[in-house]
């Protein structure tokens, strides 16, 4: 099981940004996907962002396109999620995901992946 930390989360103002980052304790000899889920209270567990092993591919959920951007780095342990016009709705607790099969959607993250502890973003006026 590969451990996640997460960093970046806070407070901020509707229309700011903020840069969320994730590292990997330990570099896999597979090729794994990685990206973030978040979730607020009531809600459903959402997909945010992922990016394959290459960042060649990149999926965002609807809700964040054209707001939120992902990478990595070449190393391929860390992973940053720039989000730029923050509003309310983008509160949440977001989760740093790895998915060992690859998938940049990480469709098989709930089942096999690894998951972080989660970082609070709080967007409020």
């Known amino acids: 099981q590969v451990h996640l930390a997460e960093s970046g989360g806070g407070l901020v103002q509707p229309g700011d940004s903020l840069t969320l980052s994730c590292t990997a304790s330990?570099?896999?000899?597979?090729?794994?996907?990685m990206g973030w889920f978040r979730q607020s209270p009531g809600k459903d567990r959402e997909f945010v962002a992922g990016?394959?092993?290459?960042?060649?591919?990149?999926a965002y959920g609807d809700s964040v396109k054209g707001r939120f951007s992902i990478s990595r780095d070449e190393i391929k342990t860390t992973i940053n999620l720039q989000m730029n016009n923050l509003k309310p709705e983008d509160t949440a607790v977001y989760y740093c995901?790895?998915?060992?099969?690859?998938?940049?959607?990480?469709?098989?993250?709930?089942?096999?992946?690894?998951w972080g502890q989660g970082t609070q973003v709080i967007v409020s006026s």
């Open positions: 330990a570099r896999t000899f597979n090729s794994p996907g």
């Open positions: 990016i394959s092993w290459d960042a060649r591919n990149r």
């Open positions: 995901v790895l998915d060992p099969t690859g998938s940049h959607w990480l469709a098989f993250a709930a089942d096999q992946g690894s």
